[in-house]
């Protein structure tokens, strides 16, 4: 792991890291006035948008597993299954990128191995998700 300045911009350091064979860079720390006033405002939407997420679509997948009509039907157990997708996008990897960004502004611990996880965690996710509209797409 090593540590350089990114070109033309004297206050912003990028760590490019590699970890399991894979290299990606990282930004630990910013020293503007104006960066950490941003990512509390974005930690703070972030965290009402995890916490609409995750009971959105609790409810939406509560209602649809107790109602057997709706549970019967290919459309609705295609909806069912993306807010399954989303749940999970709620449960983890908004979180994590919560963290990410907090490790940023704060002396908390993170650096490359928060941010890979962060990373694949939004990957798994997002492609989860595009799949799962394919399908609804499909069936209509």
Not at 6 to 21: A, I, K, T, Y
Not at 38 to 67: A, D, E, P, Q
Not at 104 to 114: H, L
Request: net charge neutral; charged share 10%; proline share 4%.
């Amino acid at each position: 792991m090593s540590e350089v300045k990114s070109p033309g911009d004297n206050s912003r350091h990028v760590m490019n890291c590699e970890l399991f064979g894979e290299k990606f860079t990282a930004i630990p720390s910013q020293n503007s006035p104006e960066y950490p006033a941003n990512h509390i405002l974005g930690i703070f939407v972030l965290i009402i948008l995890t916490f609409l997420t995750i009971v959105l679509n609790s409810i939406t997948i509560l209602t649809i597993w107790r109602s057997n009509k709706l549970r019967g039907t290919v459309c609705f157990f295609l909806i069912m299954l993306q807010s399954c997708a989303d749940l999970v996008v709620g449960l983890f990897a908004m979180p994590m990128t919560t963290y990410v960004v907090f490790a940023e502004i704060s002396s908390a611990p993170g650096g490359c191995t928060a941010v890979l996880i962060q990373m694949k965690s939004m990957f798994v996710s997002i492609g989860t998700s595009m799949t799962i509209y394919v399908a609804m797409a499909y069936e209509r």
